[in-house]
């Protein structure tokens, strides 16, 4: 299976990749790191967006899953010298790979790429589009941390109109039963949010009621030549940017990373024990790790 969209997994599935996600944990506190479980595999991430977690993430899970791993960049491949996205896969296509994970600027770019390979593609962000392992991460640090999903109630803050992960989430969450909410001013909440089927609050008083607060960030490189969304940073983290004062102490923070301290979240609030950023990169790894032995698992169910 390719996993180009939450909708690509069944509540089921994604249990099973929890259950996966658990012993990788494991293997990850053990003084060897690595298991043979996808030894002989060829995993090739072609990121043409800039990244830090998710291509080291995905990277570490291929190595530590004894896969042979080669990462491409835009900048210093052929990429950069005119090469389109289908001459670029089928290039590849010729050393045949077992998985492509992808990250493109456009959105549906991954589900474009599966088309031209047999090799099963993740995607791990295409523009505005999805970031499903994101999603995953999130759920099982949340799983982590609270012990069960189904009940929860999480608020998503922020610029929800350019995050990818906002969509993937809202769609992940709820199939899992989390109670999902969208907070933010409405320059940043997308036209057709009604069929996302959550209800959006534009007052940060609809963060009274949730367990967890997920804190997007302001994707400030979507903007260029384009009329900013909002007037000013500085008004933007007056109003909406988050600090421990504007939770209760019971109340935990998340953030997909790469924070903007002092814009979308205060360097105080990140670095408290409220904040689950680090746990969420993490878990991460031991997600990435299962989904990429899922992708390729003959059959799926029984993994
Ligand atoms: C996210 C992304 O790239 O969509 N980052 C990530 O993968 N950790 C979120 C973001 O860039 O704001």
């Known amino acids: 299976m390719h996993l180009l969209s939450v909708d690509d997994l069944s509540p089921a599935d994604i249990d099973t990749l929890f ?7 494991e293997v990850a506190s053990r003084p060897i790191k690595k298991v043979p479980t996808l030894r002989g595999r060829t995993q090739i991430n072609m990121f043409f967006e800039a990244s830090t ?18 990462n491409i960049k835009a900048s210093g491949s052929s990429v950069s010298k005119g090469e389109s996205l289908k001459d670029t896969i089928l290039t590849l296509e010729s050393y045949r790979p077992d998985i492509i994970v992808m990250r493109h600027h456009q959105v549906g770019a991954c589900r474009m790429a599966a088309r031209y390979t047999t090799a099963r593609v993740v995607n791990a962000g295409d523009g505005a589009g999805e970031h499903p392992t994101q ?26 109109l350019r ?19 969208l907070v933010g001013p409405p320059t940043l909440i997308p036209p057709g949010i009604e069929h996302w089927g959550v209800p959006v609050y534009h007052d940060l008083e609809a963060l009274d009621e949730v367990d967890v607060v997920y804190v997007l960030r302001m994707q400030l490189e979507r903007a260029k030549g384009k009329v900013p969304p909002v007037p000013s940073l500085r008004e933007y983290s007056r109003l909406w940017g988050l600090s421990p004062r504007r939770l209760r102490p019971d109340q935990r923070v998340m953030h997909p990373g790469p924070i903007n301290r002092g814009v979308e979240i205060t360097g105080d609030l990140a670095d408290s024990d409220r904040s689950l950023i680090l746990h969420q990169v993490e878990s991460g790894l031991a997600v990435r790790m299962a989904i990429l032995y899922h992708v390729l698992a003959p059959h799926p169910q029984a993994a």
Do not use: P, Q, W
């Open 19 to 25: 259950r996966l996600s658990d012993g990788f944990l």
């Open 135 to 160: 999603c995953l991460l999130d759920l099982y640090s949340l799983r982590r941390t609270y012990g069960r999903l189904e009940g929860l109630k999480v608020a998503i803050v922020g610029d929800v």
């Open 53 to 70: 977690r998710t291509l080291t993430s995905f990277e570490l899970a291929g190595k530590r899953l004894s896969a042979d791993v080669v």
């Open 163 to 181: 995050s990818r992960v906002a969509r993937s989430n809202v769609f992940g969450f709820r199939k899992m039963g989390i109670d999902v909410r």
